[in-house]
């Protein structure tokens, strides 16, 4: 029975690596023609899809007014969901809090996804947002090391930057640029 539920556990792991190494490989094949993005209908649809997971640790999730972009809306709503489903799963013993603003700059939108989550060490930053790069064990914290770099990816094919604000203990601040115009 135990060598079984190993096996069982294995393939549980590998279809969900499949799953997201798909996803990230779908972000520029099978993406979406770009159309005007109400951010605020994503984040509302993103709010359904994680409403379990928020309703179980008590997550309060606000936002600002955010703009209407050109895009893809299936990976606004993805990498939206990653971004606020991290700031769960990353959390510490406290309520999750998450708060969401967007700022227009001269050439492009700077959204903005602020937690209150465990933080991420300096050193560690820039390599969060490269495939497979874990920085907890999948016993700590379960995932497959991919939804960071799905974010980057679907970010440079909305012709934006991603990089990220943290301070151990204290939380991240997740941000990504969105052009005004037409990527």
């Known amino acids: 029975d135990e060598f079984i539920a190993f096996a069982v556990d294995g393939a549980v792991r590998m279809q969900r690596l499949i799953n997201d190494l798909l996803s990230y490989s779908r972000v520029t094949t099978k993406g979406r023609e770009f159309k005007p993005v109400d951010m605020n209908e994503v984040l509302k649809q993103t709010l359904l899809n994680l409403k379990g997971a928020l309703d ?5 999730v606000t936002a600002d007014p955010l703009p209407v972009v050109s ?3 299936t990976q606004m709503e993805q990498l939206l969901q990653n ?10 013993a406290e309520t999750p809090t998450v708060h969401i603003s967007a700022e227009r700059g001269p050439k492009d939108f700077v959204v903005s996804v602020r937690d209150n989550g465990i933080g991420i060490e300096a050193r560690h930053l820039d390599r969060i947002f490269v495939i497979f790069k874990r920085l907890h064990g999948s ?14 990816k679907i970010v440079e094919r909305h012709g934006g930057r991603i990089w990220v604000d943290s301070q151990v203990g204290t939380g ?9 115009g037409k990527p």
């Open 56 to 60: 179980e640790c008590g997550a309060s």
């Open 172 to 180: 991240s601040t997740f941000h990504f640029t969105l052009p005004l």
């Open 139 to 152: 016993a700590e914290f379960p995932g497959t090391g991919l939804g960071l770099a799905i974010c980057k």
């Open 83 to 92: 971004l606020i489903a991290n700031a769960v799963k990353f959390r510490r």
């Open 71 to 73: 895009g893809d809306s």
